[in-house]
């Protein structure tokens, strides 16, 4: 495996189940990140670690909830979602060194809450 | 508030027609813009990172330029398979934590055989 890679791809749950997206990097970097993509709107930060620290948008529901138990892999867990969570869930990570601080993504995961 | 500002939203070229993408930004102080190429159903591709106002730097067809309020993605004679969104991002100097990066809506660029 190579870059970013995210599981599952597409995702259908209903509002009252417990779900996990993965996310793991293969490009030894020390940063990853959490981003929903919707229709019409820009990429929305969920959630960083960068460096084992967790950084948060106070605006995301508590029914998202992050895991990052190493530098390669980052979880979302999800819970009791509403139909407006539908989505594309998407991962980065990225080096925190230098100047250069591009972000390199994964496939994402298209999520359904019916 | 940081703020980042795409036009067109939408861009439909004959093949071969060459046309520009912009960026406008506004920022407390920037550390680097990048744009990203983007395919339906996929990740964001990355494609530049500019840093500092005067500088370009080109990849194929596509050329990104940088000044102190906007960036330009100029696409020379493209072809179909450049069709996708184009994504601007920028990045804030004050950042201690993490790598934020702020995105713009983006431009969905179809170009026609």
């Known amino acids: 495996e190579t870059g970013v890679t995210q599981t599952p791809r597409h995702l259908v749950m209903g509002m009252t189940n417990k779900k996990s997206l993965k996310c793991e990097q293969h490009?030894?970097?020390?940063?990853m990140y959490w981003y929903k993509q919707s229709a019409k709107k820009p990429l929305e930060l969920m959630f960083v670690?960068?460096?084992?620290?967790?950084?948060e948008n106070n605006s995301v529901p508590s029914r998202f909830s992050p895991e990052c138990p190493n530098s390669s892999h980052l979880f979302l867990h999800l819970h009791t979602l509403q139909p407006e969570d539908s989505a594309l869930y998407l991962c980065?990570?990225?080096?925190?060194?230098?100047?250069?601080?591009?972000?390199?993504f994964g496939p994402g995961t298209r999520l359904t809450v019916t | 508030e940081d703020q980042v500002t795409q036009s067109p939203e939408a861009l439909r070229l004959q093949e071969g027609e060459s046309s520009s993408l912009n960026c406008s930004y506004t920022?407390?102080?920037?550390?680097?813009l990048f744009w990203y190429r983007q395919d339906p159903g996929k990740g964001p591709e990355f494609l530049f990172t500019?840093?500092?106002a005067g500088e370009e730097k080109e990849k194929e067809r596509l050329k990104a330029t940088l000044t102190k309020k906007e960036s330009f993605l100029h696409i020379t004679a493209p072809k179909p398979e450049d069709s996708a969104t184009y994504l601007c991002?920028?990045?804030?100097?004050?950042?201690?934590?993490?790598?934020?990066?702020?995105f713009g809506e983006g431009t969905q660029l179809t170009v026609n055989p």
């Open positions: 980065a990570s990225s080096q925190l060194a230098g100047n250069s601080y591009e972000q390199y």
């Open positions: 670690y960068s460096l084992e620290e967790r950084v």
């Open positions: 500019l840093y500092s």
């Open positions: 920022v407390s102080g920037l550390r680097g």
């Open positions: 490009l030894g970097h020390n940063a």
């Open positions: 991002a920028v990045q804030v100097a004050e950042e201690t934590s993490g790598s934020r990066l702020t």
